[in-house]
């Protein structure tokens, strides 16, 4: 392993600080062709996110999603927010949460599935949350008609501040936030979200909020 990691660590703050996503370990390598072993940038890695748990950085090194990204400090959402131009995101309403819910926990799974667990029609929100790009379609059962089947995103996981599914609420927890989102507490403002994932979110995605 080089015993120098600073030009290393150097190149990984400047990548990560312009990508909009986040970027996994092997892509990170990648970037550094043959010069550069993958050993070296996860080493290079771990001390930028030891660097960015200092006082006084305004800035933490997140993983998130299956890869590494900036996020300001939540003390900080004030000041960001005063120089960049809010954009309001659009309220999930308790609908969406619960078919989100259901899509994440069961998937793939077909609009007759989650219609059936729901009990009502669920074509208009399934369609709102392909357009929030929060599911995707990802095939056909095979069965008569051949519906679509969807599964939750990576901007899914990046919204709700997950690395993985692995690390979904317990169905108690959802339980809560479901009945807190049929009262309309949920989500109804980048305010109200300030402690969430991705507050506050800047939009050439600079700047983060984290949880």
């Known amino acids: 392993m080089s015993e120098n990691l600073d030009p290393i660590k150097s190149a990984l703050e400047a990548v990560l600080f312009v990508s909009d996503d986040p970027l996994p370990l092997a892509r990170l390598t990648e970037l550094f062709g043959d010069r550069v072993s993958r050993e070296d940038v996860a080493a290079a890695l771990a001390e930028l996110l030891q660097d960015c748990t200092q006082p006084g950085r305004g800035v933490s090194l ?4 299956g890869g590494y990204q900036f996020y300001t400090k939540p ?3 004030e000041f960001v927010r005063r120089m960049i131009d809010k954009r309001k995101k659009a309220a999930i309403s308790g609908a969406a949460l619960e078919t ?3 899509v994440a926990y069961r998937q793939p799974i077909s609009r007759a599935e989650i219609e059936a667990i729901r009990g009502v029609s669920s074509e208009g ?4 949350l392909l357009e929030k ?9 095979d069965v008569p ?3 679509f089947l969807y599964r939750t995103t990576r901007q899914f996981l990046e919204y709700f501040g997950l690395n993985s599914l692995l690390d979904l609420p317990k169905i108690d927890e959802l339980a809560r936030a479901l009945s807190d989102a ?3 507490e949920l989500f109804s403002s980048d305010e109200e979200r300030e402690e969430g994932v991705l507050e506050g979110e800047e939009e050439d995605g600079r700047a983060r909020s984290e949880d």
């Open 145 to 147: 008609g051949r519906p």
């Open 62 to 65: 997140v993983e998130v999603a």
């Open 182 to 184: 049929e009262e309309g």
């Open 133 to 141: 790009r929060m599911i995707k379609i990802a095939g056909r059962k």
């Open 100 to 102: 989100l819910a259901i």
């Open 125 to 128: 929100v399934l369609h709102n």
């Open 75 to 77: 003390q900080n959402g």
